[in-house]
């Protein structure tokens, strides 16, 4: 099953099953967190271009598409889904909290999106290179999960690191995938994806700027 988010036009009250608000109730939702919520494993949620304020749980397997899931995150892109942070946490080390976006469990696409740790209307004070960067972390993946693929999306302006993906040496991850993406301007002792700990993850076609480590 398909459904819909769009952070302009769509309503948690209404059923999620349409892009576009059709009257009656029938129309998406305008948070991811309530479309999560509402999905069923191995369902899919399309996120409409626009500003989706707030960190994200991911605790079901299931696929979420943003506007430009399929687009290399260096390549010409169509308007974007973006998520900001709604509040500061520059805190050390992955916890899951601090980051944007958290995923627990198995079967997780997450593609197409711009996470962007520099929301306009929270200061935090922390400069770099001109953005006031308010979150640590972009995607966190902290457990003995597999199939996870973290593909096409826009990493921005976070502090310590864009994706940080730590598994259990005992129990290897297997079948994950870090594609596509393109990491920029992360702070001064980042680095724009690590994996430990046993989780093993195929990392092709990135770009990375601005930042201090790239792989770890």
């Known amino acids: 099953q398909t459904w819909y988010v769009n952070s302009d036009i769509g309503s948690d009250l209404y059923d999620g099953m349409s892009s576009t608000d059709d009257g009656g109730g029938v129309g998406p939702y305008q948070t991811l ?43 010409t892109r169509n308007a974007e889904s973006i998520l900001m942070p709604d509040q500061t946490d520059l805190t050390v080390p992955a916890n899951g909290p601090n980051a ?10 997450f593609s197409g999106f711009t996470i962007n740790g520099d929301n306009p209307n929270v200061n935090s004070t922390n400069d770099v290179n001109g953005a006031d960067i308010d979150y640590s972390y972009g ?15 826009r990493i921005i302006n976070v502090n310590t690191s864009a994706i940080e993906a730590l598994g259990n040496v005992n129990t290897p991850n297997r079948n994950c995938a870090f594609a596509y993406n393109l990491f920029d301007n992360l702070g001064d002792q980042s680095t724009a994806i690590t994996c430990g700990n046993g989780f093993y993850a195929d990392i092709l076609d990135n770009r990375i700027d601005k930042v201090n480590n790239g792989i770890y």
């Open 33 to 75: 967190q309530h479309a999560i919520m509402m999905a069923n494993d191995f369902d899919t949620i399309k996120a409409s271009d626009g500003e989706y304020f707030g960190t994200v749980l991911i605790d079901k397997p299931i696929v979420i598409l943003g506007a430009n899931h399929g687009i290399e995150g260096v390549g």
């Open 100 to 109: 944007i976006v958290q995923i627990t469990v198995n079967s997780v696409i």
């Open 139 to 153: 995607i966190i993946c902290l457990g003995e999960f597999n199939g996870i693929g973290l593909l096409y999306n």
